[in-house]
């Protein structure tokens, strides 16, 4: 990955799946009292491996929507409007849901009761958006890093941050600044 871009988005080559799975990968646990030393390796596995997480993402999530198109779907649209309704709500003044209690307090008891019935379609959502995220975290904390990780990781130290998980980490203040 080059950085001659400038601040364009590029992502990392794919990594084989000896590498990041079979016969290549060496799995440990993390040493769960040194957080730190934890947290580098999470973080540097998922820039590593960030365009193997997103086809896991990809391939999960479709497959839970090929098992359960039409949950998928209603889950989508309940969450959705569930999270417009809510930001309505909360975009309105004091005087306003005073002068409209009645149909407030309609609108919160008829989205409750959606929310309620359709609760299945809802959580088959919440796995498919749950379940690759934990298996990302999973495998970036299991997976020891190894030499052609961490030559790439040093030799991609600028580019890395033009990727899509360079962007989110270190938007949530996390991205390492050495290597």
């Known amino acids: ?9 590029q992502l990392t080559p794919l990594r084989s799946l000896n590498d990041f799975a079979l016969e290549s990968a060496r799995f440990q646990l993390p040493a769960f009292n040194d ?38 779907i209603l889950g989508i649209v309940i969450a959705f409007g569930a999270l417009y309704g809510l930001q309505k709500f909360c975009g309105a003044g004091a005087g306003d849901m005073q002068q409209n209690k009645y149909v407030v307090l309609g609108a919160i008891a008829f989205t409750s009761y959606i ?9 088959i959502v919440g796995l498919a958006i749950f379940l ?23 030799l991609e130290v600028v580019g890395i941050k033009h990727s899509p998980m360079g962007k989110f980490l270190e938007a949530m ?3 390492p600044d050495t290597f």
């Open 1 to 9: 990955m080059s950085s001659n871009s400038g601040s364009s988005m």
């Open 35 to 72: 957080l730190e030393k934890w947290g580098n390796r999470v973080t540097k596995n998922l820039l590593y491996y960030q365009t193997n997480y997103f086809v896991l993402w990809a391939v999960v999530f479709t497959l839970i929507g090929l098992v359960h198109p039409g949950k998928i």
């Open 132 to 154: 690759p995220i934990s298996l990302t975290f999973i495998h970036a904390s299991l997976r020891l890093r190894n030499i052609q990780n961490k030559i790439t990781n040093t």
């Open 115 to 123: 929310i309620l019935y359709m609760m299945d379609a809802v959580l």
């Open 173 to 175: 203040g996390v991205m």
